[in-house]
């Protein structure tokens, strides 16, 4: 079952290079999620996460973690659209699950929270590994900062937060962001993963309570607090080491940065955590992109082949979710490429502002089997990566000039030299 | 079979004693029917010639539909595959879009012109058949028309044959041509039924435009010019081998000029055959402006403008008297040519307008040249150097009635004599250069054998029959020239002559049944299985036949997308993108090597390596050959190296050494770590660890290198097997996308 629900993936992934992979296309936030926690008291202590998303519309489904009638899929269809995990000691999931149906629960495209914490399980480490993430592998080491802190040395006030609109929204985050829990560090090799909430370059990951006997393996800004990852598929997974960044206790909390003269009121821990949902779960950065249109200028229908040098119109309508409805997305640094092995034309698009980019370009002379390729990878948003196949052919036989100019010196040799032979013939045969 | 026939076939002199053998008893009826029988002789020898012929014809065709019986009527090997799917479209759309054709399906993404790549009259000639056939009303499959084609064009080759024979010696020498060609396994191999390629016309072409010059330079008409120029054109228009025919016929007219036999005829012949071919030819796409622009071509205009400088000395001679004034005349202007020439052939050459030669006239001048520069050439297996022993396979008894056909040609020298004299010897060099050349040494070799068998057998009987009735012999003796010779010899009249005749007779009419039955077998044995459905030998003497190919390749065309890309090796492109109708990256028209070098490469890196080549070529799919359960040994792990060596020709990071282990090309334990873990070895012997192949092996025994394989734990990352045939011949799989979280 899994191997055929895995291929059909494949297969539709195959197919459908459009990759606007939710759950449905017109709809693509997330509506039931499931919470899976170690402790149920947690629900209480982490009550304003949770009731901020109920009040955004979700349906949270709580579960103890060990609980034996865990299931993520009946009779093969997912009965959750998102999942959080809120229990970072946990050895075994109760029921079906393991991180391995949680990682098909990601590739399936559903979204994923995930929060470790000091002395984090193993199991848990594994599902962060499956998406790029490296905790520390001292479990008792958690991050220190001797500069930016709030009080306790371990608990860090940082806000070296990534720079995107899609993903922390369009107001910034002014207080500092409370966390206290365990540093990770991304997979170099993965491009997908990145950091939402970096340490400060002074940071290092170390046991708090022993001595500090060899230099620390995680330090500084190669430590990230909070990760988040996009799929290919546009799955989305937020990773955090500290399970107390969500907690009512942070969200409330004051915050002064040790050193620093200005004193908050809040700390940014409620806003940070509320547009990371939003985006995790797809209110937010969601593109979708209408089928690629091009034809000959002055023409509207598709043609199958094109002709060296022939002008062409290209058009794609690409629409982003608000949360409620679909707006037209507006942006200047859309990019088509004319692509044959390497692109032979590449053009920026210009949009109506209806969500519709168009552009119009000259094919160039060179024949192929080309392809209009749509590349969007913009931070936050979902990727775009789109093509379509087209083969352009030289001219026909009866497409070249007749006759060129240039090579008039040519035909007057040719007919000169038939009529010279014709008049010395008449001559020849009836002179004498 | 075809020897037997030789000896009827022996001129006037036998068919009239026949004749008045039979008359004898109407002797006594009356005066009357003797003479009318008498004149009845002449029609009878017609008659006999031309059931002969009619017979050589038949068999000619019969002899080569071995594989149509034996598995049944379907295009064979690779590169008729590509001219049966053209031809397919030329006859579903018409010459224009076939002209124009550009298709997207080969060579993804560079695509091919295929109008402008190809030599498009072996299709413009089925597809004439076909319509032939259609508007005759005879619905025939145009497959059926493709399978046809070959064997139709072998017999009338043995007609071409038969005048070429008898424009070079006589009628004899002629129908022995005619039916040793008909079987001759050199000729059989390239045109049984199913092998549907360029040679099986351009051998009838090539045949028929050097009669037609021949005839020609004979008669100095310029009909025959012009037939020439037109039988010049089709080869042109039907194989690249017309480069031959460009050059040979240049050197012919070189070697007439330079031993004094320059004539007007030869003026006629050559200028008009020259000028009307060249632009005759021009109008195949394919070949376009080489005749004045490429180093091939360029002998045959240096040739032609001697000829213009010999008409113009001959006319200065008559012109001047004196022979001193001449001879400063002559050299001055013999100087001056050839200093105009070199230079105009230098200046050409140095500013690119005269391309250089090419790599494979290059290969054929020098037999090493491709070994060392050109892998593509040289890893084609029709490409490689002749072994003696098929030479022998291939002509058996011409080979040594080759010479003995020389010797006759060299004993009545005539402008034909030292046409098929230059043909024999430069296309028996070329043969020996490439195996695939014997094709076009074939001809020559039947030719000049059958003068040899008819000299001789002509010589013996008439040496028998003039013993026999000596006082006729004086009746005779005005008919040949050839015939007073051997008068000489019986006036000697040696003790053992008769019985020395006879015995030699019966020697030459062995030998000849020798060699039919040497053709038939080697026919029926070697040159009829269509090499894309393999039989074998089972344990009980049963054939077991391997239909792998076709099965993989119509799983592709029934589970695959249709935009999906194969990635092969170029030997199975065309039958992907016939059979299986998806496009593939490469295909057997090796035009691009950069590209063929870029899917070696994928080949032979490790997967991950492979896999981002791959993505670049949007590959979907592999397609890889493994002979290794079924003991199949052109399989691609045998033609691995040359995958190796040219893609290491254009990516000096893929190294020859890395693959071997001394020098060794070994896939067991001892191969190197390279070997064993490119992309090639895995796909090849994935999954093959746990398979017993053969009974009292390990599992893992490769039957077609007899070893066990030395990885056996193979795990592939970003490819899974996707289908892999009965026999596991053809193994496919499937390039998984990227890993949606890494």
Redo the contacts between chains.
Sequence with gaps: MMNLSRSVA?IS???LPLLTFSFSVDNPTDRRVLVLLDDLSLKSSHSIFFSTLKSRGFDLDFKLAEDSKLALQRYGQYLYDGLIIFAPSTERFGGSLDSKSI?EF??SGRDLILSADTSASDLIRGIAL???VDFDEDSSAMVIDHSSFDGDHTLIAADDLVKSHAILGKTKIEAPVLFRGVAHSL?P??N?VLKVLSASPSAYSANPSSKLSSPPQLTGSAISLVSV?Q???N?RVVISGSLQLFSDRLLRSSVQKAGSPNKYEKSGNEQFVTELSKWVFHERGHLKAGSLVHHRVGETDEPA?YRIKDDLEFSVEILEWSGKSWEPYVADDMQVQFY??SPYVLKTLSTDKKGLFHTSFKVPDV?????FKVEYEKLGYTTLSLSK?I????Y??NEYERFIPTAYPYYGACFTTMAGFFVFSFVYLYHK | MGGKQDPTANGSPKSESMGAKKASPDLLNSSFSFKSLKLKTKQQELLLRVSILGLVYVLAFIARLFSVLRYESMIHEFDPYFNYRTTLYLTEKGF?EF??W?D?ESW????R?I?GTLYPGLMVTAALIYWTLRFLRFFVHIREVCVLTAPFFASNTTIVAYFFGKEIWDTGAGLVAAALIAICPGYISRSVAGSYDNEAVAIFALLLTFYLFVKAVKTGSLSWALGSAFGYFYMVSAWGGYVFIINLVPLYVLVLLITGRYSMRLYVAYNCMYILGMLLAMQIRFVGFQHVQSGEHMGAMGVFLLMQVFYFLDWVKYQLNDTKLFQTFLRITVTSAILVGGIALGVGTASGYISPWTGRFYSLLDPTYAKDHIPIIASVSEHQPTAWSSFMFDYHILLFLFPAGLYFCFKRLSDATIFIVMYGLTSLYFAGVMVRLILVATPAVCLISAIAVSATVKNLTSLLRTKQKVPQTGSTKGVGSSKSSSKVTLDQSQPFQKNGAIALLVGVFYLLSRYAIHCTWVTSEAYSSPSIVLAARGAHGNRIIFDDYREAYYWLRQNT?T?AKVMSWWDYGYQITAMGNR?VIVDNNTWNNTHIATVGRAMSSYEDEAYDIMR??DV?YVLVVFGGVTGYSSDDINKFLWMVRIGGGVYPVIKEPDYLVNGEFRVDKGASPKMLNCLMYKLCYYRFGELVTEYGKPTGYDRARGVEIGNKDIKLEHLEEAYTTSNWIVRIYRV???????
């Design positions: 494949l992934l195959f197919l990682a990601v590739d499956e998406c790029g997979n090799t993965n997908l990852m799929a290919r598929n799955a082949i044959m092995m024949y192929g089997v080309f392809q196949q083969p352009v052919r030289p026909r036989h | 224009y002209w124009n550009f997207s993804y993404p560079l695509g012109i109008g997308p935009d496009t670049s070529l979907n998984k996308p990227p890993t949606n979280r890494l």
